[in-house]
């Protein structure tokens, strides 16, 4: 039964309620131009590092009408991911908290798949596509285009009253649903604290990141080894860094997440420093890969590079 624009968008946010996320939000699928030439002056100036997927299909980057040809609206979803239990806090030696859990791919597009079916039960000709990290898509400034928030200048979204601790999935649709106010009131005001506390310098200018120079970048993103100039300065994180957000003002309103599937695998949670120094590759593989952690993006030999370079 096809339903108007209005009363579907208000069934697909209160099943994305339902499945647990956190805020939803509805954009129409248009070409980003505002975002263009932003994004090209960070690709030409190399800050991307060797991401070279980045530079990779820029067309598709900037309308999503070429990812899903009669794509009518973009549907943005956050899911809470702010850990209740922590690693031990004694640790020098630190992981990103999106890291805690299983891998959040599987876990978002499980529910976007859902949603999706909802979709197609409501608008039977509809086509969507669901993704997350998966595709050349600007998710922040879809998330902001839908309403969900503003990128900080530490350039993460941050949620107004939730804070930036955060998962983002979205679902191009051909479906015609009713979008939202974008969300134009960029809240960070006066403040600096996440440029003042970056210790690799890192955002170069409000909302920009080198990534050449970000630990997490260094530490994930990057197969070679971390080079020597980063020595002293990636302060124990070895999978990551949440320095930016941690020091973010709206971040006092993280609140735990209520996801089982997120929940922090034991190693998370037991392992003191001496273990993760004393990692080994059975280990490796029985707890982090076996498990599905998002750990596993690096291979054992990076890791066990990177937590020794937090002893140098
Ligand atoms: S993640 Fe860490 S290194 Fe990267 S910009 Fe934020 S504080 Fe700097
Ligand atoms: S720390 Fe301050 S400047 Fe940085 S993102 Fe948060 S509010 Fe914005």
């Known amino acids: ?45 190399g800050h991307h590092g060797k991401m070279g997927y980045m530079a990779n299909h820029p067309d598709k980057r900037m309308d999503p009408r070429k990812l899903l040809p009669g794509a009518k609206s973009v549907i943005v979803v956050a899911l809470n991911y702010f850990p209740e239990e922590k690693q031990p806090s004694e640790n020098r030696l630190k992981v990103s908290k999106y890291a805690y859990g299983k891998d959040y791919h599987f876990i978002i597009k499980e529910k976007l798949r859902k949603l999706i079916r909802l979709l197609a039960r409501h608008d039977p000709q509809s086509q969507s596509r669901e993704f997350t990290d998966s595709a050349p898509l600007l998710e922040r400034s879809w998330a902001q285009r839908a309403g969900l928030g503003w990128t900080g200048k530490n350039s993460c979204l941050i949620l107004p009253r939730k804070g930036s601790f955060f998962f983002m999935g979205e679902i191009l649709t051909t479906a015609s649903l009713k979008a939202d ?132």
């Open 1 to 45: 039964m096809l339903q108007s624009d209005a009363r579907l968008s208000e069934t697909i946010k209160k099943e994305a309620a339902e499945l647990g996320f956190d805020a939803c939000g509805i954009a129409y699928a248009a070409p980003l131009q505002a975002e263009q030439e932003l994004f090209f002056q960070w690709i030409r100036k």
């Open 181 to 312: 106010e974008p969300f134009f009131k960029e809240q960070c005001g006066n403040c600096t604290r996440c440029m003042e506390a970056c210790p690799t310098g890192a955002i170069i200018a409000p909302g920009q990141i080198d990534a050449r120079l970000c630990t997490s970048y260094l530490t994930i993103e990057l197969k070679d080894s971390i080079p020597p100039e980063f020595k002293n300065k990636t302060h124990g994180w070895f999978f990551g860094c949440d320095i930016c957000q941690d020091v973010c003002p709206f971040n006092r309103f993280a609140r735990p997440h209520r996801e089982e599937s997120l929940k922090p695998l034991p190693f998370i949670t037991q392992w003191k420093d001496k273990d993760w120094k004393t990692l080994d590759k059975p280990t490796f593989n029985r707890e982090i890969k076996k498990n599905h952690s998002p750990i596993a993006r690096v291979k054992f030999e990076k890791l066990r590079e990177n937590i020794a370079f937090q002893d140098t």
